[in-house]
């Protein structure tokens, strides 16, 4: 399994946002809060259009942080640590795309990830913002669903192999970010590579919550 379930680029430019998402809010760990927040602002992505096309917005979710900050400790200069829910969250992630057998994990693994954790910040804020972990989860399966139907034509993408599945469903005209975000997240790139290691040697834990199976429309 050499090689398999590495993040893809807009997966880790999805992670690097999240971390400067949190040294701006002065947060004490980085948390699947921002690895939502992260997801509605790297556009373009399998991810991002399901949040789109459930009416989630970058500035809905962070009113609704907002609220939901108010009675927290002081802030801190900088995060330290990786919080424990985005920690099961990209462990989730990774499971999910082998589950999906994948080579590599992208941003539909990481919106699914936060769809099977109730209890995670993310989740809370889209149920506050009326979204199910259901839907997500259709939504998910309908553009992934898309990407099956138009897979010859992303065969032909240039380093299709290296993109994320939806590239070329959710492009839509907008032009591609220079990756100049990545090795600016140490945190998440030692995570990442725990995980990967460990989903090589076959120790990573089942998918949770998988017998109930993403509904196909």
Known sequence: MA??????????????????????????EIGSEHLLLGLCIETGTAASRVLEDLGVET???RAVLKE??????????QPSTLGED????????????????A???????????????EN?????ILAALGITSEQVQRQTARIMEEYKQMQDVA???????DLEKSDVI??????????????KTPLVDQLATDLTALAEEGKLDPVIGRSKEIERV
């Open 170 to 183: 959710s492009r839509r005209g907008v032009s591609r970010r220079k990756e100049k975000d990545e090795g």
């Open 86 to 101: 985005l920690k099961r969250l990209l462990e989730q992630a990774l499971a999910e795309s082998v589950a999906d057998k």
């Open 68 to 77: 939901m900050r108010r009675t927290e400790e002081p802030k801190q200069e």
């Open 3 to 28: 090689g398999m379930n590495k993040f893809t680029q807009k997966a880790k430019r999805v992670l690097s946002i999240a971390q400067t998402e949190a040294e701006t809010e002065q947060a004490r």
């Open 155 to 161: 065969k032909k993408a240039d380093n299709s192999d």
């Open 59 to 61: 500035d809905s979710v």
């Open 120 to 124: 995670s910040m993310a989740m809370r």
């Open 103 to 117: 080579t590599t994990v992208g941003t539909e693994h990481l919106i699914l990830a936060i769809s099977r954790d």
